[in-house]
């Protein structure tokens, strides 16, 4: 986790251990979340459509 702590912290809050950990988790799911996004959209459209039966088996 270090090596994705920002030298400048942007908090306008009183600065603690638990803050700087929640700012640093924030700013990495910030600068992933473009590429999360285009993944699970190709992820989606690439899956194979499944209907379900709506029988139970074995009763």
């Known amino acids: ?3 994705f702590r920002a030298k400048k912290l942007d ?3 009183f ?3 638990k803050n700087i950990r929640d ?3 924030r700013k990495v799911f910030e ?3 473009p590429e999360r996004l285009r ?3 190709n992820a989606h ?3 194979p ?3 379900p039966s709506g029988k139970r088996s074995g009763t």
């Open 49 to 51: 459509l499944t209907v």
């Open 23 to 25: 700012h640093t988790k």
């Open 15 to 17: 600065v603690n251990i």
């Open 11 to 13: 908090l306008g809050c």
């Open 1 to 3: 986790m270090a090596q």
């Open 45 to 47: 459209a690439n899956a």
């Open 31 to 33: 600068q992933h979340e």
């Open 39 to 41: 993944l699970d959209g």
